[in-house]
């Protein structure tokens, strides 16, 4: 939800700490690990669009 809101730092932060926790739990090569992974990357573009457009 914090993604789309438009406060990325945070989600970033957020899901860091859920990729970590699923890593170590359920191990790297899991679906939902491989999930969170891709939500984060979708989540570091959005704010390197937001960083080059400046504030709205």
């Given at each position: 939800?914090?993604?789309?809101?438009?406060?990325?730092?945070?989600?970033?932060?957020?899901?860091?700490?859920?990729?970590?926790?699923?890593?170590?739990?359920?191990?790297?090569?899991?679906?939902?690990t491989k999930?969170?992974?891709?939500?984060?990357?979708?989540?570091?573009?959005?704010l390197d669009v937001a960083?080059?457009?400046?504030?709205?």
């Open positions: 939800m914090l993604h789309e809101v438009g406060e990325y730092r945070e989600a970033i932060q957020q899901a860091e700490v859920v990729e970590e926790w699923r890593e170590r739990a359920l191990g790297p090569d899991h679906p939902w999930v969170i992974r891709e939500k984060l990357a979708r989540y570091r573009d959005s960083d080059r457009v400046g504030p709205v």
